[in-house]
């Protein structure tokens, strides 16, 4: 069993930026895969970064690339997401997650373990 916690979320400007901060229990993350994803106000959760068991490769939402950086800290069990340039359109509900693979992917169906979420709103 894996328990996730995110924090980092909250109430900034546009062209502000957060870092989303996801810790992990229960398990070491070492050779799993990492993702956030995220769901706003009446639509469907989506991907918006995900991360390999060593960092080496990263996948991104092209609505966040060039915007976002996701990496991880395996001696910490712990992902981040450091968003910069953040819009109005960025504003929802940011969940981590992990995928018992060592290769991530951007399919939410094949990640195993979800945190609750952390809101991050932006205003214009």
């Known amino acids: 069993q894996v328990s996730l916690a995110e924090s980092g979320g909250g109430l900034v400007q546009a062209g502000g930026s957060l870092r989303l901060s996801c810790g992990a229990s229960?398990?070491?993350?070492?050779?799993?895969?990492m993702g956030w994803f995220r769901q706003a106000p009446e639509k469907e959760r989506e991907f918006v970064a995900a991360i390999s068991w060593s960092g080496a490769i990263t996948y991104y939402a092209d609505s966040v690339k060039g915007r976002f950086t996701i990496s991880r800290d395996n001696a910490k069990n712990t992902v981040a997401l450091q968003m910069n340039s953040l819009q109005p359109e960025d504003t929802a509900v940011y969940s981590c997650a992990v995928r018992l693979q060592t290769l991530p992917t951007r399919d939410l169906h094949a990640y195993d373990y979800w945190g609750q979420g952390t809101q991050v709103s932006v205003s214009s």
């Open positions: 229960g398990r070491s993350l070492t050779r799993y895969s």
